[in-house]
């Protein structure tokens, strides 16, 4: 949160975003959420008509990255925040500005906040479950000079 935080300010989310966020399965991250509503840091926005694009992208995608996509197109977003490949794949192909975790991480790397990339890596897969391919794990590290 710190670097999303750092990095683009306050996170503006829909309704679907909020509920999965909140049953995290890990205690540590949903109280980390939890203040991070309480803050400000991530906003919940409920004043966009979300329902248009978010059925007709329910077909291939979740709820909440139905929602995701529906509110970055509908707000105008600058950047969109999303991980999963399939809703990545559809925001992309509406003209969306994407990152990532890996973005995120990449950026820190390169501004100073974070010391090594490759170890937050391994600490995301081995600790939490977090899936990369190895090519792209292999094509940031070389990005960012730790190849």
């Given amino acids: 949160m710190d670097l999303i935080d750092r990095q683009f300010g306050a996170v503006h989310i829909p309704p679907a975003v909020k509920a999965e966020v909140l049953r995290h399965p890990n205690p540590f991250a949903r109280e980390v959420l939890k203040n991070a509503f309480a803050s400000g840091r991530i906003i919940e926005t409920t004043d966009v008509d979300l329902e248009p694009i978010s059925l007709l992208l329910?077909?291939?995608?979740?709820?909440?990255?139905?929602?995701?996509?529906?509110?970055?197109?509908n707000s105008g977003s600058e950047l969109m925040l999303i991980d999963e490949r399939e809703g990545r794949e559809v925001a992309r192909r509406l003209g969306l500005r994407l990152t990532g975790t890996l973005g995120i991480l990449m950026r820190a790397k390169l501004d100073g906040s974070l010391t090594s990339l490759k170890d937050v890596i391994n600490e995301l897969q081995i600790n939490h479950a977090f899936s990369l391919a190895p090519a792209?794990?292999?094509?940031?590290?070389?990005?960012?000079?730790?190849n």
């Fill in 58 to 73: 329910r077909r291939t995608l979740d709820q909440g990255e139905s929602e995701a996509i529906s509110l970055a197109v």
């Fill in 136 to 146: 792209l794990v292999e094509r940031a590290l070389r990005e960012v000079g730790e």
